[in-house]
């Protein structure tokens, strides 16, 4: 656990030093496919790029790293260090602006089991779809989340999580 949290933070602050960006923080709580609460930090760096702007909005998105909680009642807890590249539509607003992301990253699980479903390898894929609001250097949302080794090795059950989520910009 100890190391995990060493590797997180090193990772955070190398991050960090490349991008002229402040970095986001992010806190988020759901549950799992399986009923298992999960718990979510996370760091976000923006891309300093913007496509297809209209009246209606734009592209753009972030490089996003976590560290999930899985907290199990049914079997040992887990957690999970992850890393993806995040595309956001941010639809025009003035105070609030809705938007729309996904992503399709990588993270690595502690343990290859979660409340019985089977990941097969600790590697996994981690695909999202996320929507939410922003307004004033924040941001609420939702996010489902899907962890799969995409058949790199049996089994492959996967895992689903669905949470909420609170973003703050510095």
């Known amino acids: 656990m100890k190391k995990t949290i060493a590797v997180?933070?090193?990772?955070?602050?190398?991050?960090?030093?490349?991008?002229?960006h402040a970095v986001d923080l992010t806190a988020a709580v759901g549950q799992s496919s399986e009923s298992t609460m999960i718990y979510r930090l996370?760091?976000?760096?923006?891309?300093?790029?913007?496509?297809?702007?209209?009246?209606t909005g734009h592209l753009s998105g972030y490089w996003d790293l976590g560290y999930?909680?899985?907290?199990?009642d049914k079997?040992?807890?887990n957690h999970t260090l992850s890393f993806a590249?995040?595309?956001?539509?941010?639809?025009?607003?003035?105070?609030?602006?809705?938007?729309?992301?996904?992503?399709?990253?990588?993270?690595?699980?502690?343990n290859?089991?979660?409340?019985?479903?089977?990941?097969?390898?600790?590697?996994?894929?981690e695909d999202r779809l996320g929507v939410g609001l922003r307004f004033s250097g924040q941001e609420?949302?939702?996010?489902?989340?899907?962890?799969?080794n995409a058949g790199i090795s049996n089994p492959n059950d996967g895992v689903e999580a669905y949470t909420v989520h609170y973003r703050m910009s510095f």
């Open 140 to 148: 609420v949302g939702l996010r489902a989340i899907h962890y799969s």
């Open 112 to 125: 290859t089991e979660v409340e019985g479903n089977k990941l097969g390898s600790a590697f996994q894929f």
């Open 8 to 20: 997180a933070a090193l990772t955070v602050l190398g991050l960090s030093s490349v991008s002229a």
């Open 85 to 110: 590249p995040v595309f956001v539509y941010e639809f025009a607003g003035q105070r609030v602006k809705p938007y729309i992301e996904a992503g399709i990253g990588v993270a690595g699980f502690a």
């Open 75 to 77: 079997s040992a807890s």
């Open 42 to 55: 996370g760091a976000q760096w923006n891309w300093d790029q913007r496509w297809w702007e209209s009246d």
């Open 68 to 72: 999930t909680y899985w907290d199990g």
